[in-house]
DNA sequence: GTTTCACGTACTATTTAAAGTTACATGAAA
DNA sequence: TTTCATGTAACTTTAAATAGTACGTGAAAC
């Protein structure tokens, strides 16, 4: 089963955009995310309506953040780009009336409803602030300055 | 995404096989799970290799459970399916260059790495019997006798 | 004001993983 | 020796996600 990366390419584009002292175009993050400028503008259409980011036309337009790092969490992302389903497997079938498969349901639907709710717990408790720290604190491990870190 | 209903399956099959008296054919399975008999096979493949469940072939052949319902865990059937991914989401790239993937990426990693811990760890705790004794439990409520409980 | 730039989005195409199917070989029981 | 059932390789279909194209809207530059 392929894996959905939309959280972790979300979570990259916001980081460059909070690095970048300049609106970064669909295209710039495009290629720093080696996918298509269209890709972009879909997945960011979502955190703009939830109001984590903000899109300008034009001259000198592209995107920027909207709000304090410290204030924006990793489940406030995963919220706003729709919630996608964090477990990669799930039932047979909804509503079964074998009553050999709604056992079988039962036992794995707590097991996943748990580490589900630990997750988000998780994310609840990361601000991209820490992220952005964490960032930094490897550039700092590598000597680099931060004119450096951008792609391409 | 789409989820993987293939544990849920697996489950399913084994609980049905426990309840018959006799071998059941791919063919039985197969319309039990509404599916097609070569991939009933294929998913137990795996299962015979690892010695839950054995398989005849000519008259009076099929499937039987090999082991007594009380020494499976769900866990045993995670494992002899394959492990598939747990987890329905992953990182961009794997060994990324960019120090701010690498962030994000580690933020990431450590939750998803825990809550496949607890779940395996559930996964570990349920035996097929329990299974087998909810489902006896779930037919009790509804005051259906054993015989009934077969598919078609 | 018109050209350039950049987002907005509907629509189409590609890719990819899973599932289903066919075909035929093997082996056991009737 | 016929019938039944699994074993498995090869191929086809399907469904979802992702990528890409085309064109519209609006803002800044010239």
Sequence with gaps: MKRDSRLSGVLHVLLHMAEA???LTSENLARAMQTNPVVIRRILAGLRDAGFVRSEKGHGGGWTIARDLAAITMRDIYDAIGRPNLMAMGNR???PGCLVEQAVNAALDESFRDAEALLLDRFERVTLAELAADFHARMAARGI?????VHG
Tied chains: 1, 2.
């Design 145 to 149: 300055h931060a004119e450096e870190h």
């Design 93 to 95: 079938t909804e509503a």
């Design 21 to 23: 002292d300049a609106p």
